[in-house]
Nanobody
């Protein structure tokens, strides 16, 4: 089970931290990712993490502004979102998968041209709304 919290309304330039609390599986055996979906758009991969040593993957659109981290003791993944823009408005989902290719891809730089796609992930949370006002 994955449960996202922390969404809300924020002004452009502000920050939010989303949490993804997990249960029911061995946390350290999984890669955890954040996706987002804006109205009328496809679900987009944002960032993912598969270890606790700080090496992660992030999409170019958020690489400088968003920071993903994980707390193995709490089986929780966080994404700190800074310098938010109206274009960041979306429902944010966390997802989990244990595929070795996904785990390696989320260990930043291990797979050239790695990208996040929804079909790579087997388990999903219900999503949390993030709205950035201009």
């Amino acid at each position: 089970q994955l449960v996202e919290t922390g969404g809300g309304l924020v002004q452009a330039g502000g920050s939010l931290r989303l949490s993804c609390a997990t249960s029911g599986f061995t946390f350290n055996d999984y890669a955890i990712a954040w996706f987002r979906q804006a109205p009328g758009k496809e679900r987009e991969g944002v960032s993912c993490i598969s270890s606790s040593d700080g090496i992660t993957y992030a999409a170019d659109s958020v690489k400088v502004r968003f920071d993903i981290s994980r707390d193995s003791a709490k089986s929780t993944v966080y994404i700190q979102m800074n310098s938010l823009k109206p274009d960041d408005t979306a429902v944010y989902y966390c997802a989990a998968d244990s595929d070795p290719i996904v785990i390696l891809g989320c260990y930043g730089g291990s797979i050239a041209d790695f990208q996040l796609f929804p079909q790579q992930f087997e388990s999903w949370g219900q999503g949390t709304q993030v709205t950035v006002s201009s």
